[in-house]
């Protein structure tokens, strides 16, 4: 709140912007507000519903049984399965999910507590569906100046935001495919009884075969279909390759890797942490296929509604909530409620309902915990996003001075030059670990990115596109 009365102030004091374009962008803020909370609701619901139906402890179970090798429980249940999570829910879920799984299959708390934050890396660009490009990198470009600028260019603003997810694929995959191998390596070498990174090298075929099985789907899918899929196809098929592979021992190590006894650890590793007490959610067994279904749904029908071969997409995308030329001003805002995947995410929860055979009071727990953690979130962003609407249109002022984040590109552009790419990815991160999200950062710093690769001629999409890679990078250390 005091972030965004302060950009109130600058902009009306200082940018010489109407009172009224502010009241205005302030209300656009609150329409992408609403897409955001909406995607989070349901990706949150539909968890909790399968942590009350005892579907998540289905899915764990069925992991804790591949290998007793710590190293392939990381990359298997941190790194594929993390990133299916993400993919699937985002905004911090794959932590919630694999830290206590780690913790119940023996391992350290804080090393747990490690591994959650650094699979919250490459999968992130594209988690909750696709939230922080269709959200964040949207949201953050998309203005009248932009659209007639590409449109002298015969591209659509669709066209560049697909030009931005195909350059973030391809350098995640590049990134990413050794992220699993760094955290093997972190882990035998801080909480290893040898404090051997050597011990996590030893795992390296296995580690780049987790990495790769996880990437290549994710580029390709990044590349031909969007940015909904990436992580949540590249973990889906990387989970079915990996495990099979685990199972038939495909380039395992000879040796076996564990932690030191449990009595000699140091006290930092557990804290005052005692999990012999863990509450059971659901004494009901549910089978692997009902467990997995409602995820695989949620993916075929995001991928149904996404062709544009179908007509499923226009008539979903048809259904408009606009409100054009707000108070009178040049400010538009509008949303597409049934196309958003909140809608599919919310369907497949009442699916799942039906199919778990959960009763209403299990159900409504569900809920009543979502709507706890969604209070929490919007209570940030209905400042956050108005705050990030009033500084991108800042360009409507009496002061004849550039937008804000333009003002700060021509700055940036005079000052540091042709090595800009250098610095670009390190503003992402530092907006993710600000802000607390990838998509918060992709809001404030995308036309900030884009003004100054205008300005020293590099490509637009790709230093766009390092923004969001950086604001991925970032969010390992978020708020």
Request: aromatic share 10%; hydrophobic share 55%.
């Given at each position: 709140p005091i972030a965004f009365i302060i950009t109130i102030i600058i902009a009306v004091f200082i940018w010489g912007v109407p009172l009224i374009e502010v009241i205005a962008s302030s209300l656009q803020g609150l329409f992408i507000t609403f897409d955001i909370l909406y995607i989070i609701f349901g990706a949150i619901l539909l968890l909790n519903v399968l942590k009350y139906s005892g579907g998540i402890t289905t899915i764990r179970n069925g992991f804790s049984n591949i290998s007793t090798d710590r190293r392939v429980q990381v990359v298997i249940i941190v790194w594929l399965f993390g990133a299916f999570i993400e993919g699937a829910a985002g905004f911090g879920t794959p932590a919630a999910i694999t830290a206590p799984l780690l913790l119940a299959l023996g391992f350290p708390a804080m090393a747990a507590v490690m591994l959650g934050m650094m699979v919250q890396s490459t999968p992130v660009t594209f988690g909750a569906v696709g939230t922080p490009i269709l959200v964040g990198v949207r949201g953050g470009l998309e203005n009248p100046e932009i659209n007639s600028l590409l449109a002298a260019n015969n591209l659509t603003f669709q066209d560049y935001l697909q030009l931005i997810t195909t350059n973030v694929a391809i350098i995640h995959t590049i990134v990413g495919t050794i992220m699993p191998l760094f955290m093997c390596m972190m882990m035998t070498r801080f909480f290893g009884a040898n404090k051997s990174w050597k011990e996590g090298l030893e795992i390296f075929p296995f580690a780049l075969f987790g990495g790769l099985a996880f990437t290549i789907p994710y580029m390709l899918t990044g590349i031909f279909?969007?940015?909904?899929?990436?992580?949540?196809?590249?973990?889906?098929?990387?989970?079915?390759?990996?495990?099979?592979?685990?199972?038939?021992?495909?380039?395992?190590?000879?040796k076996h890797w564990d932690f030191p006894a449990r009595e000699r650890w140091p006290k930092s590793w557990m804290g005052r942490m005692d999990i012999s007490n863990e509450t059971v959610m659901n004494e009901k067994k549910i089978s692997m296929v009902k467990a997995w279904f409602p995820y695989l749904l949620v993916a075929l029908l995001l991928v149904i509604s996404r062709l544009p071969q179908l007509p499923v997409k226009s008539f979903l995308s048809g259904m408009n909530v606009e409100w054009t030329q707000i108070l009178g001003t040049g400010i538009s805002a509008s949303s597409s409620p049934l196309y958003l995947p909140g809608t599919i995410l919310i369907l497949v929860v009442f699916i799942t309902y039906f199919l778990h055979k959960m009763n209403l009071t299990k159900f409504n727990m569900a809920i009543k915990d979502s709507s706890k953690m969604i209070i929490g979130a919007g209570f940030v962003l209905v400042f956050t996003i108005p705050m990030v609407r009033i500084y991108i249109n800042s360009g409507m002022n009496e002061n004849e001075l550039a937008s804000m984040p333009l003002a700060m590109a021509e700055w940036v552009a005079g000052n540091v030059g042709q090595v800009w790419p250098l610095f670009s990815p390190s503003i992402g991160a530092l907006g993710a670990f600000i802000a607390g999200s990838n998509t918060v950062s992709n809001l404030m710093f995308s036309l900030f990115q884009f003004g100054v690769a205008e300005r020293l001629a590099l490509s637009g999409a790709m230093i766009v596109a390092l923004q969001a890679i950086g604001a991925a990078a970032g969010n390992m250390i978020a708020i």
């Open positions: 279909l969007g940015p909904e899929f990436p992580s949540l196809l590249g973990a889906l098929i990387g989970i079915a390759i990996v495990t099979f592979a685990a199972r038939k021992k495909f380039l395992l190590p000879k």
